[in-house]
């Protein structure tokens, strides 16, 4: 439970709050729903009433990758092997997705030709694919309420979670909601990071730096 950005016309002693609330469908596959309301002067709380549908946000693919950071996210999840050392050597400072699909391409098939590749050369490349596209921004409309926007964790699929518990952080100069949680993929886990400004956009993040968004 946050603060709302927005506090006009609430009565004195009173406060808007955000709630952001843990929700799960079939399998087990978690999301991120949300709820506005109100503590009053008294410390009583009442919450807005929900609107019956839900619609989904537009994913924007992060557009770029610090190749220091991702290679030492790979050491942290146990994925820094002869495959992905070779790979990442490859690529400059700053990649894209883009990029690392190719050279991921070139190194699995260079290994096949000189009889290298090995069993686990499969697996990194998938794992390492689901570490990259874990970073993420998603986008609502804005004229959408709270209560009608939901986030599905499908970058890698998350089916099982701990919850999402969002902080406010402010300064003199702005203002940043942080949360954390864990995606479960079956076979990878990767803590998760979004941060955002306003709750408009929020930037879902794993191998980047989490800065407050612009």
Request: include cysteine; aromatic fraction near 8%; glycine fraction near 6%.
């Amino acid at each position: 439970m946050v603060a709302h950005p927005d506090q006009s016309e609430v009565p004195d002693g009173s406060l808007r709050i955000i709630l952001s609330l843990r929700a799960t469908g079939e399998g087990h596959v978690s999301s991120i729903t949300f709820r506005t309301g109100l503590v009053d002067s008294q410390g009583n709380v009442s919450i807005d009433p929900p609107h019956q549908f839900v619609v989904e946000p537009e994913i924007i693919p992060n557009p770029l990758y610090d190749k220091p950071l991702f290679r030492r996210k790979l050491f942290e999840l146990g994925l820094y092997n002869a495959y992905t050392q070779q790979a990442i050597e490859r690529l400059e400072e700053s990649f894209t997705l883009s990029d690392l699909r190719t050279t991921l391409d070139a190194v699995r098939m260079q290994r096949r030709a000189t009889i290298v590749e090995e069993k686990g050369d499969v697996l990194s490349e998938a794992t390492v694919l689901s570490l990259a596209i874990s970073n993420y921004e998603v986008q609502f409309r804005k004229s959408l309420d709270l209560s009608q926007r939901i986030i599905f964790r499908t970058r890698p699929p998350a089916k099982r979670d701990r919850g999402c518990r969002f902080v406010h952080f402010q300064d003199d100069k702005r203002s940043c909601y942080y949360a954390t949680y864990s995606a479960y993929d079956g076979r990878l886990v990767l803590p998760q990071l979004i941060g955002n400004r306003g709750l408009q956009p929020l930037s879902i993040l794993h191998a980047q730096r989490p800065g407050c968004p612009k």
